[in-house]
């Protein structure tokens, strides 16, 4: 099975000085992996990061039972690098908000939404963004919520408003969420593995200095982009970080579970031995609820 995609120009606005893009991209052949699943192309995910009016290049593949996810877990415990191994064996879309945010830094301001010219606003103040901004620049993409492939939704929702409207929002589009996947690691190696981690600058793909480490230091192994350290990701932010996420985003844990769709995964190990228990249980949880799933 081949998958091709095309070729594209496009013309940014001259306004904001930004250069003729040609993007190219190039006939590769998906690999069956040890599951009978094709492992497509990683597409660019493009309506998500740069919004609704971009196009995903090459279209994520329907299929039958698309896997709709969304990955919890405190800052550290991997939900980045989960998300990227889950997206090639079970062929859902990776929608990060995190991906989404660092990208609209990189844009032309004309190309971008309402929504995320107004929380670069707040990012540029310091400010934290506010429940309503996140959940705007969320249902502007909703689209990528009716993915032929499914989602695994990384960063949203991370309060109980966001997660009351995501939910309202599913069930008006008629659309079944699978599981919550709930990451858990004691404290003392969630710093560790902060603190190593490093993130390509072109794909976001994350590798960490002494667990996954590049096969070339400073370089990614996928694109052959520069690795670099995320602010948040320095020792001096890591507290403030898990401060954050245990006031805002621990209670999703207990909204989720009353809800009947929570897993709770123990995130100890290397990443492969992880996604490996990760896809064992939502295998038995879909065998054990096939309606929901």
């Known amino acids: ?29 998906a690999r069956v992996n040890d599951w ?6 990683r597409n660019e995910r493009a309506s998500w990061i740069q919004g609704p009016s971009a196009r995903c290049e090459p279209t994520p593949e329907t299929v039958a039972n698309p896997w709709r996810l969304i990955l919890l ?41 309402p929504a995320m010219k107004a929380a670069l606003d707040y990012m540029r103040r310091g400010a934290l963004v506010p429940d309503s901004t996140v959940w ?20 949203f929702p991370r309060t109980l408003a966001q997660a009351e409207s995501l939910k309202q929002l599913m069930e008006t589009e008629g659309l079944a969420l699978t599981a919550v996947v709930n990451y858990e690691l004691p404290v003392n190696e969630i710093v560790a593995r902060l ?14 200095l002494m667990e996954r480490p590049p096969k070339v230091e400073g370089v990614c192994d996928r694109c052959g982009g520069g690795l670099y350290q995320r602010e ?30 929570l897993l709770s995964i123990s995130a100890t190990g290397a990443p492969e031995a992880i996604c ?3 896809i064992a249980a939502l295998t038995a949880w879909r065998a054990k609820c096939p309606a929901r799933a």
């Not at 009978?36 to 192309?41: A, C, I, K, V, Y």
């Not at 550290?76 to 609209?104: E, I």
């Open 195 to 208: 603190s190593g981690r490093r993130t390509c600058e072109k794909c976001k793909a994350v590798f960490h």
């Open 36 to 41: 009978g699943m094709t492992n497509p192309t």
């Open 232 to 261: 948040d990701d320095r020792p001096e932010s890591i507290k403030v970080r898990l401060e954050a996420y245990d006031r805002s985003t621990a209670p999703l844990i207990e909204f989720y579970k009353r809800l009947g769709v």
């Open 136 to 155: 705007d620049m969320v249902r502007e993409r909703s689209g990528c919520l009716h993915c032929g492939g499914g989602f695994l939704l990384d960063g």
């Open 73 to 113: 877990g405190a800052p550290g415990v991997g939900k980045g690098t989960q998300a990227d191994l889950l997206h090639q064996r079970l062929r859902a879309c990776h929608l990060s908000t995190g991906d989404v945010f660092r990208a609209a830094g990189k844009q032309a301001q004309c190309d971008l939404s």
């Open 1 to 29: 099975m081949s998958i091709t995609t095309s070729l594209r120009v496009v013309y940014s606005c001259v306004r904001c000085r930004a250069a003729l893009v040609i993007r190219v991209t190039a006939r590769r052949r």
């Open 276 to 278: 490996e228990r990760t």
